[in-house]
């Protein structure tokens, strides 16, 4: 049975940094880019902006076969993966934090998640990361959502 866990957030390849001229919005998050062997998605809650990662390969929503109707692209397959994402972000548990169920963005290699403080995050004014600060918070916990067969396959060792 899936449930909430806290790991380092190296543990699913997670970045965590802070981008200089941005310390005030705290801390960055970013999952693993597509070259990297992290399998790690997550969801973001729109209430307090925690985040809840997951290992793709163990939820069974965003892994069931794509439609027959859906199969062939065009609007049909768009509609299918905007309510199959939602469905997903409904499936959550309450939020960790603040627990309500209110997550609204979900995060994988191209779509990067708000800043701490709910600021989102711009490409267009990304000024490098301020390594000082980062160092700081360089393998901090994080919240994985997740079983325990999940956890023995990657090695994750819970806080």
């Known amino acids: 049975?899936?449930?909430?866990?806290?790991?380092?957030?190296?543990?699913?390849?997670?970045?965590?940094?802070?981008?200089?001229?941005?310390e005030q919005n705290g801390i960055a998050f970013t999952s693993p880019n597509e070259d990297e062997i992290f399998e790690t998605l997550g969801a973001q809650c729109a209430n307090c902006?925690?985040?809840?990662w997951i290992t793709g390969r163990s939820d069974?929503?965003?892994n069931e076969e794509v439609p027959q109707y859906a199969?062939?692209?065009?609007?049909?397959?768009?509609?299918?993966?905007?309510?199959n994402l939602k469905r997903f972000l409904r499936s959550l548990p309450s939020c960790p934090h603040c627990h309500q169920q209110a997550y609204d963005l979900f995060i994988n290699n191209i779509v990067i998640p708000r800043y701490q403080n709910g600021e989102s995050y711009s490409l267009e004014t990304d000024q490098g990361v301020n390594e000082e600060m980062s160092a700081k918070v360089k393998d901090i916990a994080i919240w994985w959502y997740g079983d325990e067969t999940e956890a023995k396959r990657l090695n994750l060792h819970f806080l």
């Open 1 to 22: 049975m899936r449930a909430l866990h806290q790991v380092a957030a190296s543990q699913l390849g997670v970045g965590v940094w802070y981008q200089k001229g941005f």
């Open 49 to 52: 902006h925690t985040i809840v």
């Open 60 to 62: 069974p929503i965003l």
């Open 71 to 83: 199969k062939h692209g065009g609007p049909a397959y768009r509609k299918y993966i905007k309510d």
